[in-house]
């Protein structure tokens, strides 16, 4: 009789596995726990985590995402994450297929203002009304 009950309880196991459907998933969804695994971090951790909150992980495909570092340093810093971030996005998610890429950027690709001059320029670049309401209001950039 023993062995009965372990064929029934590992029948049931496979049945659970075989009836898991993974979940569709969305960009807004996945930044969302993007940042819940970098707010989660340690404390040992707090540059790093702020560096991963300014991310913004971009979806190739159903299940595949792309993080663009700065960096070679960032990357291989990224690459020790990467199974702890699938493993906790893949949870989060309900999508056990969910795959993570690292990819340094090319250095034209991703410019970063750093300045409130340059931050400026930038979105001013972007959206050129931004010039017309400084001159409009007489505002200096300090």
């Not at 971009?58 to 690459?79: G, P, R």
Request: aromatic letters at 10%; glycine letters at 0%; hydrophobic letters at 40%.
């Amino acid at each position: 009789m023993k062995n009965w009950r372990n064929i029934v309880c590992v029948t049931t196991i496979y049945k659970r596995r075989a009836s898991y459907e993974d979940y569709i998933f969305n960009e807004k969804d996945l930044n969302y726990y993007w940042r819940e695994f970098a707010a989660n971090l340690p404390v040992e951790e707090k540059a790093n985590s702020a560096r991963m909150m300014n991310m913004h992980p971009k979806l190739l495909n159903d299940t595949t995402f792309e993080v663009l570092v700065d960096n070679e340093m960032v990357e291989k810093y990224m690459t020790q994450l990467v199974q702890a971030i699938q493993n906790h996005l893949r949870e989060r998610l309900h999508n056990r297929k969910i795959t993570m890429t690292i990819r340094v950027s090319a250095p034209t690709e991703n410019i970063r203002a750093y300045s409130h001059v340059e931050r400026f320029q930038m979105m001013s670049k972007k959206n050129p009304s931004l010039l017309k309401l400084k001159e409009a209001f007489g505002l200096e950039l300090s």
